[in-house]
């Protein structure tokens, strides 16, 4: 889900030529999705998950689909213990999930 959105943002960036941003709320379950400055969109993770922590936050796309810099996003499911990694890639942008630290 998570990494859908951010394709989700890097697209509407693309679409309506214009900046997008992705911003995450570390050790809650919501995230947000800003275009440009005039609307938002708020979605949350199912209760299990928990952003655990992202080194850029949040991820800025240019009008090209360019991520700012490249991004790791960690997600926690409380009761198996276990870490997911959400990666953007610096200079594509892809957006590519692992179970193992980047």
Known sequence: MVASKIASAQQKAIMANKNC??????GASEAYVYFDITSMEKFNLPSNVVFVSA??????????????????????????????YVVVAAVTGRVRISDVHP
């Open 21 to 26: 941003y992705f911003r995450v709320n570390v």
């Open 55 to 84: 080194n850029v936050n949040p991820i800025y796309f240019n009008y090209l689909g360019t991520p700012n810099m490249g991004a790791t996003i960690t997600l926690g499911i409380k009761e198996e213990n276990k870490r997911i």
